[in-house]
């Protein structure tokens, strides 16, 4: 069987974001951005819940599994933090991640990696535009982009999501969404029709920080595993 050819789908990206080269890695199945909403409504318990819940997640066995389960037998993820217009941050760079090991290595540096700043309003168009910058780049090529936003607030600050999340599906990159519904009871209605696009996108809701890590978990397998559940 003829292996899928590599898409370089980054260009469109680098045409609006150029940042400084960094070193390569191999090609992958999957590169996944995983952008959290750290804004003065995420409480510090909540974060604690919120990378708690992403390590357990990580360390599922199927999660492990799906991210060697394509054809290059590897995906990519980062972490990226954001919240106010001029407050987003790289919390984890990115990692190749093709199995258990890989996969145990990445959950260990999320639960300890710290909140990097206090947090404020909630410029999701903003944070939306830091993660494609950190798709854009990418050190590797790979056969899909993924920005998987996480968070607990409607955009209220900054540029709006829906022409941000525009750009990303026309450079090629399918925009996911977690909302957490413990402060706005509609935030997955918000989260449908102004920031997820592209060719199977979807949105998923939790209750609160504490099913978190059961909602990231399914979340986390439909994306890696996307390029091959029909």
């Not at 469109?12 to 080269?21: D, S, T």
């Not at 022409?163 to 009871?185: F, H, S």
């Not at 949105?203 to 059961?214: E, G, K, Q, S």
Request: hydrophobic share 50%; glycine share 10%; net charge negative.
């Amino acid at each position: 069987m003829e292996k899928p050819r590599p898409r370089r789908n980054t260009a469109a990206l680098r045409q609006h974001w150029a940042r400084p080269h960094i070193a390569p890695m191999e090609a992958v199945d999957v590169a996944l951005c995983l952008a959290v909403d750290v804004s003065a409504s995420v409480s510090f318990d909540e974060f604690g819940l919120m990378m708690g819940g992403l390590a357990a997640a990580s360390r599922e066995p199927d999660i492990a599994a799906a991210t060697a389960a394509g054809p290059r037998g590897a995906a990519a993820v980062a972490l990226l933090f954001w919240s106010g217009v001029r407050e987003q941050a790289v919390a984890l760079n990115w990692a190749r991640l093709d199995g258990e090991v890989a996969c145990e290595a990445f959950a260990a540096a999320v639960d300890a990696t710290p909140r990097l700043f206090a947090g404020s309003t909630t410029a999701l168009g903003e944070g939306m535009v830091a993660g494609l910058a950190l798709l854009a780049r990418l050190p590797a090529v790979s056969s899909r982009l993924v920005l998987d936003v996480s968070g607990d607030g409607a955009s209220n600050q900054g540029r709006a999501p829906g022409p941000v999340r525009d750009v990303g599906v026309a450079a090629g990159v399918v925009i996911n969404g977690l909302a957490v519904l413990n402060e706005e009871p509609g935030l997955l209605a918000h989260y449908e029709a102004d920031v997820i696009g592209g060719p199977g996108s979807f949105a998923m809701a939790c209750a609160d920080y504490a099913d978190f890590a059961d909602a990231m978990r399914r979340k986390l397998w439909r994306e890696l595993r996307g390029g091959l559940v029909a």
